[in-house]
């Protein structure tokens, strides 16, 4: 089973604090994908990355930045946290193959509150 | 532009009602994919099924069913005799063009609640 992995499921940090979340999943996917989820707003993409030390930015990158240093591994970083950044968090991944039709999988999400 | 529009919030059913959550979708490509996905209270979503735009069969899986319609640009979903373990909320999202790994579009999701 793929498997996707994500450091906290509940954070609480202060306003200004430079907040990390770590993505890990095992399945030597390529793609790796951080959302954000608010009511009402769906999934909105903030980075996308196809490969080791490749970042792409999607619909809201503004505020975030992301690391992937190695291919199994993708962090979402949060320079200077502010209360509009309270929100879940979502990571995933999906394989890059045609067959795979990008499916992609998800991990079990972060919710930041940011005070 | 690409867009998916869950136009119901929240549904509300009692067991073994059936329930019909309802997705339009808007796109210029000709080639694309449509999904849904569940997410329970644990948080993860979940895969449920995709559909390619040249695949026009409806299709069913147990208790659940969907109805795509490249006429009205629906994908529909259809839970048959709901169940307490149904209760979640349901993404649809529309992924397309297929060179671009990037654009995968959601819905706003519906939030299903099936009451005993």
């Known amino acids: 089973d793929v498997k996707v992995t994500q450091s906290s499921r509940y954070l609480v940090k202060r306003t200004g604090e430079k907040v990390f979340l770590e993505c890990v999943q095992d399945?030597?996917?390529?793609?790796m994908f951080w959302y954000r989820q608010d009511p009402g707003l769906g999934l909105r993409l903030i980075y996308f990355?196809?490969?080791?030390?490749?970042?792409e930015k999607g619909d809201i990158p503004e505020g975030y930045s992301v690391s992937r240093e190695k291919k199994e591994r993708f962090s979402l970083i949060l320079e200077s946290a502010s209360t509009n950044q309270t929100s879940m968090y979502l990571c995933?991944?999906?394989?890059?193959?045609?067959?795979?039709?990008?499916?992609?999988?998800f991990g079990p999400g972060t919710r930041l509150t940011v005070l | 532009a690409q867009k998916v529009t869950q136009a119901q919030t929240e549904i509300s059913v009692v067991e073994k009602e059936d329930v019909t959550l309802d997705c339009v979708y808007e796109?210029?490509?000709?080639?694309?994919?449509l999904f849904w996905y569940k997410q329970p209270p644990s948080g993860e979503l979940v895969f449920l099924i995709r559909?390619?735009?040249?695949?026009?069969q409806n299709e069913i899986s147990g208790r659940y069913s969907w109805n795509f319609q490249k006429s009205t640009s629906s994908f529909n979903f259809t839970i048959t005799a709901s169940q307490v373990v149904d209760s979640a909320v349901y993404f649809c999202?529309?992924?397309?063009?297929?060179?671009?790994?990037?654009?995968?579009?959601f819905g706003a999701g519906t939030r299903l609640t099936v009451k005993p």
């Open positions: 559909r390619n735009s040249f695949d026009e």
């Open positions: 399945m030597d996917h390529e793609n």
């Open positions: 995933a991944s999906s394989d890059s193959s045609a067959s795979s039709y990008n499916e992609q999988f």
């Open positions: 990355s196809y490969d080791v030390k490749m970042k």
């Open positions: 999202a529309l992924f397309g063009p297929v060179y671009n790994n990037n654009d995968m579009r």
């Open positions: 796109t210029r490509d000709t080639t694309y994919y």
